[in-house]
């Protein structure tokens, strides 16, 4: 009866210890995606914010620092949206983040448009366009509706307009389906025209002018920061393993609405901080010593992981293996490394250990992709991969439902326990 009970306060520690991953990574989640730090982006010190509560974490652990203290300044030039944005069709004031979008790349604008409807009414190839282009649209908004449009030549158009206005028009605007989505990457100018989406539940049948105001400002030179902290390894302190994340995300949109970003990417930045907490204590030092590397600017155009590459505060040619972690928050149907068929023989190990210890339902493996914080150190020869979680429980992204409370963090224990044994393993 002795016996068994000590093997049942045993079970009972091993469950508080697995468990504290999962509470330590709710704490950071809903730290990060709380109103205080505005979506962490450019706008009312959000990132720096972000920066600080990081660097205090880290500060609590008395993990180690590169310099004086964890952050790595650099600057970042971005238009923003922080103040009044109101768009009003008719007597009704439309929602923001819900019934609509503002582009970031867009100016400060006030006034009453005309609308001109191209639809599948008038749109039938790509050079019925064409006879839009020639007329003097200057005061007018074009507005897109690629609802029952099938020519392919026609939608190619139609998606190049994110990026250019060949009718010389006061603005664009695009009905949507479901629920709106928003980017930063097209905020590093200011365009002379702007940008809105539009939610089709959202308007009414006959749309003849939109009422519109935007309060823009393009920033210049904003400082931001890296936070950057590491743990010294006990057999090789001269050799380093890597793990990244971003920290940011995409702001505010008018003074309302915020992006909280629980998935993208408050989960994996928590999974970082969990791992230097882990390693930081002394009976989990590793061998080799294991930076912990949390970035600015992914969102905006991966500006923080290129500038750490170019001003490395650590010998790029001694890292052994670099982990990106970013949107790690489900994981029902396992994770996805990219840069796998790149290293062939680290991604067979993490099959390896998945398998054996029957973490996670499946590991795949994708090829070269700079779509994230992993590209600008595998640009300059450090092995690198990016890992993300897979799983329909949770889709949200880059919307306001991005939040921490919906966030399930399915197999967020087992992708650190896999982590962790990798790292053991090496």
Not at 38 to 60: D, L, P, V
Not at 138 to 159: G, S
Not at 236 to 253: C, E, I, K, N, R
């Amino acid at each position: 009866m002795k016996k068994f009970f000590v093997i049942f306060i045993l079970i009972l520690s091993y469950i508080k210890v697995q468990s504290q991953d999962l509470q330590y990574a709710r704490y950071i989640i809903d730290s990060l995606c709380s109103q205080s730090f505005f979506g962490r982006a450019y706008t009312q010190n959000g990132a720096q914010n972000a920066s600080f509560f990081i660097a205090e974490e880290f500060s609590k652990i008395n993990l180690n620092k590169f310099n004086d203290n964890y952050f790595q300044n650099y600057q970042i030039s971005t238009n923003t949206l922080s103040n009044v944005l109101d768009v009003k069709i008719g007597k009704t004031h439309l929602k923001a983040g819900t019934d609509f979008m503002v582009s970031l790349s867009s100016p400060s604008v006030k006034g009453s448009y005309k609308v001109l409807l191209l639809d599948s009414s008038l749109i039938k190839t790509r050079k019925d366009f064409d006879k839009f282009l020639k007329k003097d649209l200057t005061k007018k908004i074009v507005l897109i509706d690629k609802q029952n449009i099938k020519d392919k030549d026609v939608i190619e158009f139609i998606n190049s307009l994110r990026f250019n206005n060949p009718f010389k028009s006061a603005g664009l605007a695009f009905i949507n389906d479901g629920k709106l989505s928003w980017g930063t990457s097209d905020g590093k100018k200011q365009n002379n025209f702007f940008k809105i989406n539009l939610l089709r539940n959202a308007l009414p049948k006959k749309i003849k002018r939109i009422n519109l105001t935007i309060e823009a400002e393009f920033i210049k030179d904003y400082e931001t920061r890296n936070v950057i902290g590491y743990c010294k390894g006990k057999i090789y302190p001269d050799s380093f393993f890597v793990f990244t994340a971003h920290y940011d995300h995409l702001g505010q949109m008018g003074k309302d609405v915020y992006f909280p970003g629980a998935n993208d990417n408050a989960s994996g930045t928590a999974m970082v901080m969990d791992l230097a907490k882990y390693y930081s204590e002394s009976r989990n030092q590793p061998d080799y010593s294991i930076v912990f590397v949390l970035v600015s600017g992914e969102e905006s155009g991966l500006y923080g992981s290129h500038y750490l590459a170019e001003h490395p505060l650590f010998p790029l040619g001694n890292v052994k293996f670099l982990i990106n972690l970013d949107m790690v928050g489900t994981g029902s149907e396992g994770i996805t490394i990219v840069n796998g068929t790149k290293f062939e023989e680290q991604y067979k190990k993490f099959e390896r250990i998945n398998k054996e210890n029957g973490y996670l339902k499946a590991v795949v493996k994708r090829g070269e992709s700079c779509n994230s914080d992993h590209c600008a150190f595998y640009e300059k020869g450090v092995p690198a991969i990016f890992i993300y979680a897979m799983g329909s429980e949770f889709a949200e992204y880059h919307n306001i439902y991005d939040v921490p409370h919906k966030l399930p963090l399915t197999k967020y224990n087992e992708i650190f326990r896999l982590l962790t044994d990798y790292i053991k393993s090496k």
